[in-house]
């Protein structure tokens, strides 16, 4: 639903001309933790453990990597700034740079990028001590309401009314909450690990104005216990990453 054109896969390092119809054995759900839909992770990583890289969701046909060419892209008259940026994650370094110039704005497509970008950071540090700054800036945008041009969007149907600006909308809400979820796993704060619980039922019935009400009284108890477990295991802003040699850790 979000995007029209071409996408762009860190994982692969690869130029995505149908996205929605391209998948392979590492693909992770962006709207739930990973933590509720593990049997169904391990279910399409089974599917698809015969492909080395992408394959067609349907006819399961080999997809070929393609190196993502700025000079191809303008040529083709179809340059993307989100692709441009996406296509710089493994040429700089240290990775985190990448993640921290990314976040904040309130453009859709690029929320939803860096959401789950930091979540794939996470997922491959295996830990939460090297995400939790991430994390703290996921929470204070979980009530922020991204914007999406029409352009940005497309339906079967050809109509792109509110409806489907709405579901986009939702679409990065979750993203984040899944990684602040995710989070919760990582370091084993269940209150987090669980934050759906504690919004109240606004999640029942989608109701943004509600559920903007329950975040303006979680995101502070939320930024503290992240910020008070860091404190307790000696990891919040240390001398090292004080003087900017985070750099030193391993790369993603």
């Known amino acids: ?19 929605s119809q391209t998948t392979c054995k590492y693909l992770h759900r962006k709207d739930l933790p990973f933590l509720v839909v593990d049997e169904g992770l391990r279910e399409h990583a089974s599917e698809f453990a015969g492909f080395s890289a992408m394959a067609d969701l349907i006819t399961h046909a080999p997809i070929h990597r393609l190196r993502y060419s700025e000079k ?15 296509a710089q994650y493994h040429k700089t370094r240290p990775t985190w740079i990448f993640l921290q110039a990314m976040s904040g704005g309130i453009d859709g497509r690029r929320s939803l990028a860096h959401a789950s970008i930091v979540r794939r950071y996470m997922d491959n ?59 919760g796993f990582h370091s084993g704060l269940e209150d987090l690990m669980w934050a759906t619980d504690k919004l109240n039922g606004a999640l029942v019935t989608l109701d943004w104005l509600k559920l903007k009400n ?39």
């Open 1 to 19: 639903m979000i995007g029209r054109g071409d996408g762009f896969c860190i994982k692969h390092d690869s130029v995505i001309f149908k996205p």
């Open 72 to 86: 191809f892209a303008w040529e083709r008259r179809q340059f993307d700034s989100v692709n441009q940026s996406l």
């Open 214 to 252: 329950e975040l303006n009284e979680r995101t502070e108890e939320w930024t503290n216990m992240v910020i008070e477990h860091a404190n307790i295991e000696g990891e919040f802003f240390t001398v090292e990453e004080s003087l900017g040699e985070m750099g030193d850790q391993p790369q993603f």
């Open 125 to 183: 540090c295996g830990t939460w001590v090297s995400s939790y700054r991430f994390i703290l800036g996921m929470i204070q945008e979980l009530s922020i309401s991204p914007i999406f041009n029409d352009t940005d969007l497309n339906d079967e149907e050809g109509d792109i009314g509110e409806e489907v600006h709405e579901d986009a909308v939702w679409d990065v809400f979750f993203t984040r909450l899944a990684g602040i979820q995710e989070y």
